[in-house]
Nanobody, 124 residues
Framework: QVQLVESGGGLVQAGGSLRLSCAAS????????MGWFRQAPGKERDVVAA????????YYADSVKGRFTISRDNVKNTVYLQMNSLTPQDTAVYYC?????????????????WGQGTQVTVSS
C-alpha cells in the first residue's frame, strides 16, 4: 500500500501562484510513477501533469503547459506541482496518484493509489 497526502491548496487570486505537495509513505517512493489530477464540480477527473519515477520524463495537459511544473524529491518522498499564472478555470480539487511503473502515466485508470485531494480556488 502507498499512502498519499496532498497539501498546499487554498484560495488565490487570478494570476497568483500555489505549490502543491504530495507526501508518500508505505513503499519505496522512487519505484512509483506519479501524477497530479484535478476534478472540478460536475466534471470528470483529468490529468494535469505526470512524472516518471526518476523524474526524467514529464507530461503536461495542454491547458497547463508553460504555467505548471511537476517535480519530485525521491529523498523526501514528495511530488510537487508548482502552479503559476492561475486562472479561475484552474479551480478544482487536486489529487496526486501513484503507480509502480517506470515511465509516465497520463490517465486516471493507470493509477492504483490516490490521495484525498486538496482544494484550489482561484478568484477572478
Amino acid at each position: 500500500q502507498v499512502q498519499l497526502v496532498e497539501s498546499g491548496g487554498g484560495l488565490v487570486q487570478a494570476g497568483g501562484s500555489l505549490r502543491l505537495s504530495c507526501a508518500a509513505s508505505g513503499r519505496t517512493f522512487s519505484n512509483y510513477a506519479m501524477g497530479w489530477f484535478r476534478q472540478a464540480p460536475g466534471k470528470e477527473r483529468d490529468v494535469v501533469a505526470a512524472i516518471s519515477r526518476n523524474g526524467d520524463n514529464t507530461y503536461y495537459a495542454d491547458s497547463v503547459k508553460g504555467r505548471f511544473t511537476i517535480s519530485r524529491d525521491n529523498v523526501k518522498n514528495t511530488v510537487y506541482l508548482q502552479m503559476n499564472s492561475l486562472t479561475p478555470q484552474d479551480t478544482a480539487v487536486y489529487y496526486c496518484a501513484a503507480r509502480f511503473y517506470t515511465g509516465v502515466l497520463a490517465t486516471t485508470r493507470d493509477y492504483d493509489y490516490w490521495g484525498q485531494g486538496t482544494q484550489v480556488t482561484v478568484s477572478s
